[in-house]
C-alpha cells in the first residue's frame, strides 16, 4: 500500500464503499455479501494469508492445519459458505453420523462404542445406538433419554439459561459423572471448548438442540479433505477477486474513526482509507481497541468476554496404525483422534492430530512432557501403534482460540450493529446464539453485511437466509442496549462443528 488516501476497491454502481478489517472466515463473508450487493469492499487483513484460526502452514513435506476442523449438516451458513468459494466438494459431509468411541479403561470386547443415526425422526434416530452404548449402565442410557427430552423442552429464548451452568443441570436431571463424561462432555467439550460445568446452559442447549434434536441429519460430520488454507485462503480469495474485492494483507489498521458526511476513516500504516460503511471483524479485545468513543453503551463488557484455549498434538507414525477417518476417547487424556494423512500431503505412514480442547491445564506445558504423556496413551488406544516408529512429534497451540462460554457470557456479546451508523461488528464471538465455531463466525459475517447494507440503503435480498431467522437480530442473553502461528518445539491448533 502506498501513502495516500483511497476509496475501496472494485466496481460499484452507485460508489458505496465498504472496509472490512479482519480476513478470517467472518471478514471473508462480510466483504463477499456486501460486494455481491453491489457495494465496493477493500478487506484489509494483518497476517500474510486469510482463514484467521482456521489455517495451514507447510512443515517439512506436511501441509498442516493449526487444528481439526469440523462441521456439522445443521452449520448451514458455513455450508453456504463452502458453496460460495467453490470448496463443499472439498470438505464433505457423512452420509450419516457415525463415531466411533474407544474406552481405554473398559475391559477387552467392550472398548469400542459407537454414536451413530439411523433413518428415523427425531429422537428415534439415535435410540437404537443409545440402546447399545457399551460405555453407559442401562440406567444411565434411561436417564440420557429422560434429560434429552427436559433438554429439547427448553425454551432457548429464555434469558435465565445464560446464567446456569450446563453441569449442574445435567446432575439435577439425573445425569451421572460417567455419563457426563462419556456422552455430554464427549460432544460438549469438542463443540463448546469448556466441560459442562463451565457452560452456559444456553449455548449447550443450543448445541444439543440443533445438532442432536432437530433433525435427524442435524449432526452428520463434514470435514476438509484438503488443508484448510487450500479453502479459506486459496478458494476464499479467488472468491474475493472474482467479486472485486480488494484484499490487502500484512495491512494493519491503526485506527477507525467517523469521518464527515457520515463516512468513516481508517488508518493503515502510510494509508487513509475513506468509506461508506466498516466491519469490524476481528476478536474481542482489537475490536475494543479500535471502537470509536460511544460506539458500543459499555465497551469494557468486550474485554470481559473470556478466552479458551486450544491444543492439537501431531503424531507421524511409519506405518499405518488407525483404520478410522477419526475416533473419539474416554478414559485417557486424549479427545479426538484424525486421520491427516492424505490431506497433509504424506506419502508414508500416516499422520494422526490430536485435538484437545478446554486445554487450560496443558497448553504451556513442554513438548518433551506431553510426548511423553501421549504417546503411551496412543498406544493404550491403538494396539496397531505398538512397534510402530514415530517420525515426528510437534504440537500447536491457540492460546485465545474460542470465546469462554462460561455462564453470564451472553449479556457481553455484542450484536453486529453498533451506535455508530455504518460501523458493523463481526466475529464467531459476537452475539450469533452459537458457540465459537466456524458457523458462528459466518453467520456474523452475514449479519454485520446485513446491518452494512441497512445502513447503506442497499437491498439485502440477497443474503443467505440462516433458518429464516433475520440476520441482524439480537440472540437471547445478548445485551438489549447494544444494537444490533508456527511449529514449536522439536512445533500453532474439533473447531467448527462439534469444532
Known amino acids: 500500500m502506498t501513502d495516500g488516501t483511497r476509496t475501496g476497491g472494485g466496481t460499484s454502481a452507485d460508489g458505496r464503499t465498504a472496509v472490512v478489517v479482519g480476513g478470517g472466515l467472518a471478514g471473508i463473508t462480510a466483504a463477499l455479501s456486501l460486494a455481491d450487493a453491489g457495494v465496493r469492499v477493500t478487506l484489509l487483513e494483518g497476517r500474510p494469508r486469510l482463514g484467521g484460526l482456521a489455517f495451514s502452514f507447510r512443515r517439512g513435506e506436511l501441509t498442516v ?59 428415534l434416530h439415535l435410540g437404537r445406538s443409545l440402546a447399545t452404548y457399551p460405555h453407559l449402565s442401562l440406567a444411565e442410557r434411561a436417564n440420557a433419554v429422560r434429560a434429552a427430552l427436559a433438554l429439547k423442552a427448553l425454551d432457548l429464548a429464555d434469558p435465565a439459561l445464560d446464567e446456569r451452568d450446563f453441569g449442574s443441570w445435567l446432575a439435577a436431571h439425573g445425569q451421572s459423572a460417567r455419563a457426563v463424561e462419556a456422552l455430554w462432555d464427549l ?63 500484512r495491512t494493519r489498521v491503526t485506527s477507525v474513526s467517523p469521518a464527515a458526511n457520515g463516512r468513516w476513516t481508517v488508518e493503515v500504516p502510510g494509508e487513509r482509507l475513506d468509506a461508506d460503511a466498516v466491519v469490524l471483524a476481528v476478536p474481542q479485545r482489537e475490536t475494543h481497541g479500535l471502537l470509536p468513543a460511544g460506539a458500543l453503551d459499555a465497551p469494557e463488557r468486550l474485554l470481559d468476554i473470556g478466552t479458551a484455549p486450544i491444543l492439537d498434538i501431531h503424531v507421524v507414525y ?92 451472553g449479556r457481553l456479546r455484542p450484536g453486529a450493529r453498533t451506535k455508530a451508523p455504518g460501523l458493523c461488528l463481526a466475529g464467531a464471538w459476537t452475539a450469533t446464539g452459537w458457540p465459537a465455531t466456524m458457523e458462528s463466525a459466518v453467520r456474523s459475517g452475514i449479519s454485520a453485511a446485513d446491518a452494512a447494507l441497512d445502513a447503506l440503503g442497499r437491498p439485502r435480498d440477497h443474503l443467505f437466509d440462516f433458518g429464516g431467522e433475520a440476520a441482524g437480530r439480537a440472540f437471547p442473553g445478548a445485551d438489549p442496549r447494544t444494537p444490533g502461528r508456527v511449529p514449536e518445539g522439536a512445533g500453532v491448533p474439533l473447531r467448527g462443528g462439534p469444532r
Not at 463452502?82 to 467392550?110: E, K, T, Y
Not at 506445558?365 to 496413551?377: C, G, H
Not at 493404550?380 to 514415530?390: H, I, K, S, Y
Open 65 to 123: 492445519d493449526n487444528g481439526q476442523h469440523v462441521y456439522l449438516r445443521c452449520c448451514t451458513a458455513y455450508r453456504w459458505f463452502l458453496d460460495r468459494i467453490d470448496g463443499a466438494a472439498l470438505a464433505p459431509l457423512q452420509d450419516r453420523l457415525d463415531v466411533p468411541v474407544l474406552d481405554a479403561a473398559a475391559r477387552p470386547g467392550r472398548r469400542l462404542g459407537r454414536l451413530r443415526r439411523d433413518a428415523l425422526p427425531v429422537p
Open 187 to 249: 460432544v460438549g467439550v469438542a463443540t463448546l471448548n469448556a466441560v459442562a460445568q463451565d457452560s452456559s446452559l444456553a449455548l449447550a442447549a443450543m448445541v444439543f438442540k440443533t445438532g442432536l434434536l432437530s433433525d435427524p441429519g442435524a449432526a452428520d460430520i463434514g470435514w476438509a479433505r484438503v488443508p484448510l488454507g487450500d479453502l479459506h485462503d486459496g478458494l476464499a480469495r479467488r472468491a474475493l477477486d472474482a467479486a472485486g474485492v480488494r484484499t490487502e494483507l
Open 318 to 409: 511409519d506405518r499405518k496404525v488407525l483404520g478410522k477417518p477419526f475416533f473419539a476417547a474416554l478414559g485417557s487424556p486424549v479427545q479426538w483422534v484424525f486421520d491427516r494423512t492424505e490431506a497433509s500431503g504424506l506419502r508414508e505412514g500416516q499422520y494422526l492430530a490430536l485435538s484437545q480442547s478446554a486445554a487450560q491445564d496443558e497448553i504451556d506445558t513442554p513438548v518433551a512432557t506431553l510426548r511423553e504423556r501421549y504417546l503411551p496413551e496412543l498406544e493404550r488406544l491403538l494396539p496397531a501403534v505398538r512397534g510402530a516408529g514415530v517420525r515426528d512429534f510437534f504440537v500447536t497451540r491457540e492460546r485465545t482460540a474460542t470465546f469462554a462460554p462460561a455462564p453470564g457470557v
